[in-house]
């Protein structure tokens, strides 16, 4: 729908169209939506929201009852959950919205593994159970292809790797004592998580082309080497370890303006990317003012008028790309018009 409002507002651009006939080329595009349309986006909405209700509901109804409930009706309760869900997914497999049960056995499998370690007191370290759940719904997240099931297990493992440093602060060899490191494990879970999600999807699978993933994705990692590079600028206690994470830095915002400049054209990355770099300058520059200027007003003068150009040079660019994505368009008419 996106791309045909473009169509639509380029072809009024250049007089292809008059004031008159924009309704029309509207609605002829599902601009705004149909009532079938909006019949659809809401029992999808409903869906969602009852399948996340009812994955709460059994959490809250267990931890509620706790007390009063015996060890098998607890157990009995969150497997019965998992065994229904898995009965009404083989039942709707063939209809549109059968993934949701799905979602719904993977979030109870969540809760009684909780549920096993709070009644048995197994002594494992608390990542283990979230390694575990992700281990165990692997399978259902390759059968279903749901992009709200592979964003889930993506935040179990992000949640396993947080508890798993926390416990042993070392992974590999390398100290996580630092907030530093903490933070570039997370970039290269999330950048490496990236690039073989757009290789795939370039592959043509049909199922990944939604944007909302990888932007989402790319935002993680757009704020936790932002992030980084801010701890170096504070923190120079280890000069060798801090070269290699502004290198890392350096090498997230080419590769990110690399893949989504020339390969895949994406503004939302572009923009970040724009974003992080005056986060990052901006920093940089009021160290440097107020560490070494004794004049506090002129520094906080200087650091506000660098912000706005800054700001102003992104949205400059920005605007640039757009206009070149217009320009480019012409060519694309015609080779689809002419036979």
């Given at each position: 729908?996106q791309?045909?409002?473009?169509?639509?507002?380029?072809w009024?651009?250049?007089?292809?169209?008059?004031?008159?006939?924009?309704?029309?080329?509207?609605?002829?595009?599902?601009?705004?939506?149909?009532?079938?349309?909006?019949?659809?986006?809401?029992?999808?909405?409903?869906?969602?929201?009852?399948?996340?209700?009812?994955?709460?509901?059994?959490?809250?109804?267990?931890?509620?009852?706790?007390?009063?409930?015996?060890?098998?009706?607890?157990?009995?309760?969150?497997e019965?959950?998992?065994?229904?869900?898995?009965?009404?997914?083989?039942?709707?497999?063939?209809?549109?919205?059968?993934?949701?049960?799905?979602?719904?056995?993977?979030?109870?499998?969540?809760?009684?593994?909780?549920?096993?370690?709070?009644?048995?007191?197994?002594?494992?370290?608390?990542f283990?159970l979230?390694?575990?759940?992700?281990?165990?719904?692997?399978?259902?997240?390759?059968?279903?292809?749901?992009?709200?099931?592979?964003?889930l297990?993506?935040a179990?493992?992000?949640?396993?790797?947080?508890?798993?440093?926390n416990?042993?602060?070392?992974?590999?060899?390398?100290?996580?004592?630092?907030?530093?490191?903490?933070?570039?494990?997370?970039?290269?879970?999330?950048?490496?998580?990236?690039?073989?999600?757009?290789?795939?999807?370039?592959?043509?699978?049909?199922?990944?082309q939604?944007?909302?993933?990888?932007?989402?994705?790319?935002?993680?990692?757009?704020?936790?080497v932002?992030?980084?590079?801010?701890?170096?600028?504070?923190?120079?206690?280890?000069?060798?370890?801090?070269?290699?994470?502004?290198?890392?830095?350096?090498?997230?915002?080419?590769?990110?303006?690399g893949?989504?400049?020339?390969?895949?054209?994406?503004?939302?990355?572009?923009?970040?990317?724009?974003?992080?770099?005056?986060?990052?300058?901006?920093?940089?520059?009021?160290?440097?003012?107020?560490?070494?200027?004794?004049?506090?007003?002129?520094?906080?003068l200087?650091?506000?008028?660098?912000?706005?150009?800054?700001?102003?040079?992104a949205?400059?660019?920005?605007?640039?790309?757009?206009l070149?994505?217009?320009?480019?368009?012409?060519?694309?008419?015609?080779?689809?018009?002419?036979p």
């Amino acid at each position: 729908m996106q791309g045909q409002q473009k169509w639509i507002a380029y072809w009024r651009e250049h007089n292809a169209l008059s004031v008159q006939q924009v309704p029309t080329a509207l609605r002829l595009a599902g601009i705004p939506p149909s009532r079938q349309e909006w019949r659809l986006w809401i029992e999808r909405l409903l869906l969602w929201l009852g399948v996340a209700a009812l994955a709460a509901g059994l959490i809250f109804f267990v931890a509620a009852n706790w007390s009063g409930m015996g060890r098998f009706g607890k157990f009995a309760l969150a497997e019965a959950a998992v065994v229904l869900s898995l009965v009404a997914y083989a039942s709707c497999a063939r209809f549109r919205y059968g993934n949701a049960a799905l979602l719904a056995a993977s979030l109870a499998t969540g809760a009684l593994l909780a549920l096993i370690g709070q009644t048995y007191q197994t002594g494992a370290d608390t990542f283990e159970l979230f390694v575990v759940w992700a281990l165990l719904i692997f399978p259902w997240v390759l059968i279903a292809r749901l992009l709200a099931l592979w964003v889930l297990w993506w935040a179990i493992l992000h949640v396993a790797y947080f508890f798993y440093v926390n416990t042993f602060w070392a992974f590999w060899g390398i100290s996580f004592r630092e907030e530093e490191n903490v933070l570039a494990g997370v970039v290269l879970l999330d950048g490496c998580a990236l690039i073989v999600w757009e290789w795939i999807r370039a592959q043509g699978r049909e199922w990944m082309q939604s944007r909302w993933v990888p932007r989402l994705l790319a935002l993680a990692t757009k704020i936790a080497v932002t992030m980084l590079a801010l701890f170096i600028i504070f923190d120079y206690r280890y000069l060798p370890v801090s070269e290699l994470y502004i290198a890392l830095y350096l090498i997230v915002l080419a590769g990110m303006y690399g893949g989504y400049r020339y390969k895949t054209q994406d503004l939302f990355m572009l923009a970040g990317g724009a974003l992080s770099v005056i986060v990052v300058m901006t920093t940089w520059l009021g160290r440097v003012l107020f560490e070494n200027s004794r004049d506090q007003i002129a520094s906080f003068l200087l650091l506000g008028l660098f912000s706005m150009l800054a700001t102003a040079g992104a949205a400059w660019w920005l605007r640039q790309l757009v206009l070149e994505q217009k320009d480019g368009q012409p060519s694309e008419i015609h080779e689809e018009v002419l036979p």
